[in-house]
């Protein structure tokens, strides 16, 4: 027998999940309601100053003219989309340049991550000595200082670095790049590329591992038992149960890839002659870098196309990985 608790005026009543009998409610009073919200209000607040606020003022700033100083500024409209696309002989081909750049960093991170990471996660999770050890120094390079690393980096690749000391050491001294590795037009996007990836592997193998220690052994030890070599128990069993760990991995670096420029704006800062700028580190110059020229609303309106292809992109990502459920 159950009997009703009478409760006061203004109380909110909140039903638990409980199944079967006993089942009850929880009935908060308008204090206990009013202190709920108070507790949530500072966290609203600064999301909607600092999230939503921001969010309107650059959607607003890309249909403008302005330098960021001048009391007042010119309403342009779709003008700065359209210079940015194709109208301005100025503008638009460093954008078109820096797109392409940002084209090839997102086929080649994520692909050369998930390549790298997966057959890595394997040996760690066949690991029986040093685990801990081992599972430490992979991933050193993901908890170091970014700018530190790529000062390092650069260091290294300097004409007379590490990498051209080492390469003359091994008689390879014709691989070596004279002018250094991110002052050749031709391997510096390449060297980016690679450096980008050593900084996502260590995460993308802890996730793989992580996936790798919740997959049953019988349905792997049934496949050996059916004479499947390790290569097929990896790729045919093991594979397929870590496809939403793979989207994970690809999404994160994909978006690295579209709005990242932090590694390109220290080590190269978009050059030789702008073969390693990418769409972020080009926003940033409209943004920062014009000295007084009015292109904000140019870095606002090249920024929201970044957000507007992100959107898409994860999107379209998250479909296919769907239907391939």
Do not use: K
């Amino acid at each position: 027998m159950t009997t009703d608790v009478p409760t006061s005026p203004g109380a909110v009543t909140v039903s638990r999940g409980r199944t079967g009998r006993g089942r009850g409610r929880r009935r908060y009073q308008p204090r206990e309601v009013a202190w709920a919200y108070a507790f949530v209000a500072p966290a609203i607040v600064l999301f909607a100053v600092m999230g939503v606020y921001t969010l309107f003022w650059g959607l607003q700033l890309s249909f403008v003219q302005w330098n960021g100083l001048t009391p007042t500024w010119l309403w342009v409209g779709l003008r700065n989309y359209t210079d940015l696309l194709w109208a301005s002989p100025v503008f638009s081909p460093p954008v078109r340049a820096a797109a392409l750049n940002t084209v090839w960093v997102m086929i080649a991170a994520p692909l050369l991550t998930v390549v790298i990471s997966f057959p890595l996660a394997l040996a760690l999770n066949r690991a029986r000595r040093f685990v801990g050890l081992l599972r430490s120094v992979y991933f050193v390079p993901y908890i170091t200082t970014g700018i530190a690393v790529y000062l390092a980096w650069q260091y290294v690749l300097e004409p007379n670095g590490a990498i051209n000391t080492l390469l003359g050491a091994l008689g390879l001294g014709s691989l070596s790049q004279p002018q250094g590795w991110l002052g050749n037009p031709d391997t510096a996007l390449p060297t980016l590329i690679v450096i980008m990836v050593w900084s996502a592997v260590p995460v993308a193998t802890l996730l793989y591992l992580t996936g790798l220690q919740t997959i049953d052994p019988a349905l792997t030890e049934a496949a050996q038992i059916d004479g499947a070599s390790w290569w097929r128990v990896n790729l045919s069993v093991v594979w397929p149960l870590l496809r939403g760990i793979t989207a994970v991995i690809v999404l994160l670096n994909l978006r690295d890839a579209l709005q990242g420029f932090q590694i390109f704006l220290i080590m190269t800062d978009g050059g030789p002659g702008d073969h390693t700028n990418v769409l972020g580190l080009q926003t940033y110059r409209l943004a920062f870098q014009s000295e007084l020229a009015p292109t904000l609303g140019l870095a606002s309106a090249l920024g929201w196309m970044l957000f507007v292809a992100a959107v898409l992109v994860a999107f379209v990502h998250l479909r296919v990985t769907r239907e391939r459920r």
